[in-house]
Each structure stands twice: as C-alpha cells, then as structure tokens.
Nanobody
Framework: QVQLAESGGGLVQAGGSLRLSCVAS????????MGWYRQAPGTQRELVAG???????NYEDSVKGRFTMSRDNAKNTVYLQMNSLKPEDTAVYYC???????????????????WGQGTQVTVSS
C-alpha cells in the first residue's frame, strides 16, 4: 500500500521561499512520474511541476524560473523548492505519483495513481 506524506507548507510573505517535501512509504523508483499539484478555493486542481523516473522535469508556465522540483531516491522523497513566492501561489499543494504496469503481453495495462493529503501554502502581500 502506497502512502504519500507532504510537509513544508506554511505562511510566508511575498518574495519569500518554502521547500515542500513528499515522502513515500516505499521506493519512488517504482513510479514513472511524480508531481506537485495545487488547488485554490473555487478552482480546479492544476499540475505545477512534474518529474520522471529519469529526472526530467516540467513546470507550469507561471512558476518557471521560481520553482524547482527534485527527487532523492535514497530518501524516497521528492521536493518542491519555491522561491519568489506570490500571493497567487496560495493553495493547497498535493503530492502525486503515477505508475503503469503490464505484467504480460496479453495482460491489460494497469494504471495506478496515488495522492497525499496536501499541505497549505499561504503567501501574504
């Protein structure tokens, strides 16, 4: 059973920084992709940053140059370093992990997705 636990959220002034952590209950090598999503009240959940097993990252346009996602396989952890925070970054941030498996050529591909409980990030003006 996979569990993801986020931490590192809090209250920060505009221009400040936070580092979010997501610790998995087991090795993160098994996941094809991991990502950070966020959701503000009254909005849809959106992908902020993602990283592949090979370490390739992608970012939502509004956070490019400010946020950096990384992973530490030995610690079963992914991070989101957030710099130059803006009030519009205020949201609940969720850790996500995905994997696809196909046990045999005749088997259906199994898609699995896991979510953490979220951590609140509040940026004041």
């Amino acid at each position: 059973q996979v569990q993801l636990a986020e931490s590192g959220g809090g209250l920060v002034q505009a221009g400040g920084s936070l580092r979010l952590s997501c610790v998995a209950s087991g090795s993160i090598f098994r996941f094809d992709d991991m990502g950070w999503y966020r959701q503000a009240p009254g909005t849809q959940r959106e992908l902020v940053a993602g990283i592949t097993r090979g370490g390739i990252t992608n970012y939502e346009d509004s956070v490019k140059g400010r946020f950096t996602m990384s992973r530490d396989n030995a610690k079963n952890t992914v991070y989101l370093q957030m710099n130059s925070l803006k009030p519009e970054d205020t949201a609940v941030y969720y850790c996500n992990a995905k994997r696809s498996s196909r046990p045999c050529i005749e088997c259906k591909t199994i898609e699995s997705e896991y979510w953490g409980q979220g951590t609140q990030v509040t940026v004041s003006s």
